[in-house]
T-cell receptor, first 114, second 110 residues
Framework: DSGVTQTPKHLITATGQRVTLRCSPR?????VYWYQQSLDQGLQFLIQ???????AKGNILERFSAQQFPDLHSELNLSSLELGDSALYFC?????????????FGPGTRLTVT | GQQVMQIPQYQHVQEGEDFTTYCNSS?????IQWYKQRPGGHPVFLIQ?????EVKKQKRLTFQFGEAKKNSSLHITATQTTDVGTYFC??????????FGQGTTLQVKP
């Protein structure tokens, strides 16, 4: 158990819908990262927040947005869902905001878009 | 942009055989991390290398960082069935982002 929690574990929704994925980082960690893992795409970095502020942005689509709240939990919002958005979404956390901190991954949310 | 390539994509070995996965970056890296993801699980941090030519060992696992800090390798000696999973390297340069390789999935036949 990494100490990072993600809800829900599974999500099944239809194309065009909007969903929110939630992540609580390990106690004391200030950074939260979001990743998308598809079968043929490996781990794609989406976005990082550090202490409430956006720190780094990866290949995040405009239909996706995220935020980190004052209690440091984070939410990833996915809208106008397409079949290709079906994937495993991981949240990770680290103590610092730099790229040299080890990241602790949550169990993931499996999103299925039908 | 920065790219991290990993080979091979898949590797099947007999238990007891050695295994190596290679990671190559298009740019010079400031550090490289390795993660392991068991089937159905989440990535778990294994190690971080930061110095040119650095070699670190964890029991049967040996990690190397190239002299030019553009490549890295993970070598497992005498594989066991518990080594099954996908091994990811992840490198960062001055972009401030940790870029993951595609991973190498290791299958071990008992």
């Amino acid at each position: 158990d990494s100490g990072v929690t993600q809800t829900p574990k599974h999500l099944i929704t239809a194309t065009g819908q909007r969903v929110t994925l939630r992540c609580s980082p390990r106690s004391g960690d200030l950074s939260v990262y979001w990743y998308q893992q598809s079968l043929d795409q490996g781990l794609q970095f989406l976005i990082q927040y550090y202490n409430g502020e956006e720190r780094a942005k990866g290949n995040i689509l405009e239909r996706f947005s995220a935020q980190q709240f004052p209690d440091l939990h984070s939410e990833l919002n996915l809208s106008s869902l397409e079949l290709g958005d079906s994937a495993l979404y991981f949240c990770a956390s680290s103590t610092g905001g730099g790229h040299n901190y080890e990241q602790y991954f949550g169990p993931g949310t499996r999103l299925t878009v039908t | 942009g920065q790219q991290v390539m990993q080979i091979p994509q898949y590797q099947h070995v007999q238990e007891g055989e050695d295994f190596t996965t290679y990671c190559n970056s298009s740019t010079t890296l400031s550090n490289i991390q390795w993660y392991k993801q068991r089937p159905g699980g989440h990535p778990v941090f294994l190690i971080q290398l930061v110095k040119s030519g650095e070699v670190k060992k964890q029991k049967r696992l040996t990690f190397q960082f190239g002299e030019a800090k553009k490549n890295s390798s993970l070598h497992i000696t005498a594989t066991q069935t518990t080594d099954v999973g996908t091994y990811f390297c992840a490198g960062s340069s001055n972009t401030g982002k940790l870029i993951f390789g595609q991973g190498t999935t290791l299958q071990v036949k008992p």
